[in-house]
């Protein structure tokens, strides 16, 4: 037996550009693993050097069978000084779209994942309101230069993460959260050294991880606004919209209100500005369970990903259930993935959501795309390289790929838009 999708369906995998291509020192990012007491694990260094080996790895892509690539582009390599637009950067990225196209793969690009330049933190970085102009600008010197051939763009990456950082992570001791002050996990100091590194000092340092209460919020808000209406006016057709963070919120008794809180804060207080878009990217990993004391970790004896949180792939479903509930947009699962060595596992974690999507779409629900997190075993932000998401293994020594079991059945997945109920590897 098989479950069938859309011929139109676009399957395919994602990445984050600091975290695949490697030596991107002019980032935020790159000035916090560096700093002084650090809460990352391991120096992101040359990554998986995909800056330099993008030809060879869209090539696997296409080879395995999928049928489309997110990956994003990085601020900080375009746009190096303020005002400052690099050609050479802007050449390299339209040839990454260019390559995507030759190996007949479609490009959805994200024009933020995460890292800022940083020169922005001088100026105060995502709590300066003037941030949503340079931010507007940079999209549209880009999109001027490679966004012809796109059908999707989105503005920013899990836009409500730092929501999640103060709201979630504080109460669970599975990740310590980037960009505050986490006294209890890392060492005191390590944001003055991060200013320092980016020319500035501490008060004025103020990262995309720190955006979480109203007026920063309402600073990145702002900053998709303005992008969005400056890349409609290059090309009115093209798709643009964001993507969130999320995991799916349940509750016990008692923990009703919590947990109807806290979509609000990860779902619903974006409502107003994902509204005015033309699609939503949801990404989801997991679920989220309230008692009337917070959230409920995952007990022992509950299953869990390398990560710490519970295995969970009936989320996904869930998840877009929840949203379509509230937003009648088009849905593009932008990321879903699962952090383990055991690849037989992962494989049967994106089979388990993907039948979960299916429902969804046969309920009617306008879902577009699929992309599994990640294409490759790559930089996980503080976690540095423990976490094994991909399904291509890049050895840390050579950078030689090695395409999973999961890799060659999604693949398939994707020649034929076709789910099969049995695992045949």
């Avoid at 209460?213 to 600073?219: G, K, M, N, R, V």
């Avoid at 993507?243 to 609000?264: K, T, Y």
């Amino acid at each position: 037996m098989q479950l069938k999708f859309p011929e139109t369906f676009i399957w395919g995998t994602a990445t984050a550009a600091h975290q695949v291509e490697g030596y991107n020192d002019n980032c935020d990012v790159w000035a916090e693993e560096h700093s002084e007491g650090s809460p990352y694990k391991d120096l992101s260094g040359a990554a998986v050097d995909h800056y330099n080996r993008f030809r060879e790895d869209i090539a696997l892509m296409a080879d395995i069978g999928l049928k489309s690539y997110r990956f994003s582009v990085e601020w900080a390599r375009i746009e190096p000084e303020p005002g400052v637009y690099s050609a050479e950067q802007l050449d390299h990225y339209r040839e990454v779209v260019q390559t995507c196209l030759k190996y007949g793969l479609k490009p959805l690009v994200t024009m933020f994942h995460f890292t800022s330049p940083q020169w922005l933190m001088r100026d105060g970085g995502w709590s300066n309101p003037e941030t949503a102009d340079r931010f507007a600008k940079y999209c549209e010197v880009v999109f001027r230069e490679i966004g012809e051939p796109l059908d999707y763009v989105l503005t920013f990456n899990e836009a409500n993460l730092p929501v999640m950082l103060k709201e979630l992570f504080t109460n669970m001791e599975f990740m310590p959260p980037v960009g505050m002050d986490a006294k209890s996990w890392i060492a005191p100091g390590w944001r003055e050294s991060a200013a320092r590194a980016c020319g500035t000092t501490v008060d004025r340092y103020f990262t995309f991880h720190m955006a979480s209460e109203a007026e920063s919020i309402a600073i990145v808000m702002d900053a998709h606004r303005k992008a969005r209406a400056a890349m409609k006016a290059i090309k009115p057709s093209i798709q643009i919209g964001m993507s969130l963070a999320l995991p799916d919120v349940q509750a016990i008794e008692g923990g009703e209100e919590l947990a109807a809180a806290a979509w609000q804060d990860y779902f619903g207080q974006f409502l107003p500005v994902i509204r005015e878009d033309d699609f939503l990217g949801v990404q989801n990993y997991t679920t989220e369970i309230y008692g009337s004391q917070g959230v409920i970790p995952a007990g022992e004896e509950d299953e869990k990903t390398d990560m710490g949180y519970a295995y969970a792939p009936e989320a996904l479903g869930a998840v877009v259930r929840k949203v379509h509930r509230d937003l009648k947009l088009p849905i593009l699962i932008t990321e879903h993935g699962i952090a383990t060595e055991d690849d037989a596992k992962r494989l049967s974690f994106i089979r388990e959501g993907l039948k979960g999507l299916h429902a969804c779409i046969q309920e009617g629900i306008d879902v577009r795309a699929y992309a599994y997190w990640s294409t490759f075993d790559n930089f996980e932000w503080t976690f540095g390289y423990t976490p094994r998401f991909g399904i291509i293994a890049v050895d840390r020594e050579t950078q030689a790929r090695t395409v999973k079991n999961s890799g060659k059945w999604l693949g398939r997945v994707a020649q034929n838009s076709v789910l099969p109920l049995e695992l045949k590897v």
